[in-house]
């Protein structure tokens, strides 16, 4: 018997380290388990004609909220050329409204729902002892008599069971992807998580045992895709105790952190963290409270502000700041105040303004009506409209969530855009709507990949808010500043071309 388990790869981190877990868990079974990626730009015909000549028995497409339509293209095509294949699919994207999707995709013999090992080594242990029990197969999903029977979910994974996916699978020196608990303490309404959400973590010492070997590889980065990484304050502090202690120069550590829960203690160990060592992503959220009510999040606001200022003030932290748009009861004004607020905690280091998607298995979905929510029927299911912000107040939030990545959701421009906040008294919110205006009118969003072209544009733009200042020195000053972030952010090749160019934008 021959498996595939495939994918086509996209911007979930998730979905590689899942299908690691399920190639580690089948691999040392009778079965000639092969594992695939296939990259965004692979045509759909050369992936069909990869899968349909592999002569497989059995290809398990692994979907999330990017590529389920992509894998629905190719899978169908598969069943067509070669009947015989028994299709499965699994991931968070189809393991609710599970019958839904196989109606609608009658090619799909069989879904692997929620955490997706014991259900696949169950049913592969099934099928080579030739019981075929699936009725009793918790986590499946299958076909039967022309009907669709659907399983409950299984028990959580104990996640100390499953092994180490880099046994398998080698770690690069480039980025890893990594987890140390299943279940989330994350219960907003927006967030997707199965019935049983309990966290459950792996022990510290196979965490530090395991961190030793990527430090030991050398590792460009270890993203923990933890949600949230310090749900237990005290594990967390020694996890960070042995990365600092134990740096090796090279490798640095990206952790989802609830804001609200760090203490005094564990910041004053951060700050003794390699400059950049560790990179936290905050998700604000918001700063209202009566959003915050709304989406479930118990957060003490005033205390995740005044822990994230504690945290910037280091320095030596790399803390990206994230507010989210589109969210129940906010207005626009909301949520520029919201944005105000981050932008002015954040000092410098990288701000994000992320999209709301509606996904499946969230309480918001269940309540979409409540709120007038209007989303895309098709992955992702971002938001179009709510009752509290129209479509063009949406649209108007997307171009200045591009603008803001533009400019600092790298950190670039750190000095440049403080310095025109200051000399012209501009709101953060007010001042990105502006220069997104000001990029849309001149027809400038083409130019927007480059960082050279970023300074211009926003030297050309400031030119005109300085106008009303009567001042000329603080315009060339501001010339000079934007300058010198330029030289931290391009090469000195880059910085030569640019000044044989100059500031022309055109």
Known sequence: MKLLLT??????????????YLFSVVTDSPV???????????????????IATGQYNMVYFHANDENEAKLRHVAEMVKKAVPSIAVLFGG???SFETRRFMKECPFVDYVIRGEGESVLFNFLKSLLDYEFDFENIAGLAYRENDQIVVNPYDAPVDVESLPFPYERFEAGKGTVYYETIRGTSD????????PDARVRALSLGRVCTEL???LAKEVSRVVFLDRFFNFNSERAYRIFEYIINNDNGVTSFEFNVNGDELDEETIRLLSEARSGQI????????????VLAAIGRGENIYRLMYNTTKLLQAGNIVTEIHVKAGLPLET????????NKAFGMAEGMPVHIDGLYISKGTDLRADSNAYGYVFAYDSPYEVIATSHMTAEEMLRIRGIARTVESYVGDGGFKKSIPRVLNDTGIKPYDL????????TKKGLGSKTRKKEHLARILFAFAGGLYDDLADPVKLDILKDVIYADLETMISEDAIKKFDKKGWDID
């Open 7 to 20: 994918t086509i790869k996209s911007d979930n981190k998730r979905t590689d380290l899942e299908l690691k």
């Open 32 to 50: 000639d388990v092969q594992l695939k990626s296939y990259e965004r730009t692979d045509l759909y015909a050369d992936i069909f004609e990869d």
């Open 92 to 94: 968070m994207q189809v």
């Open 187 to 194: 219960r907003t309404v927006y967030s997707q998580h199965l």
């Open 212 to 214: 030793r070997y990527f």
């Open 279 to 290: 990179i936290f992503n905050i998700d604000i959220a918001s700063t209202n409270a009566e």
């Open 332 to 339: 626009e004004a909301m949520f520029a105040r919201s944005f």
């Open 432 to 439: 990105f709507s502006r220069l997104s205006s000001f990029i």
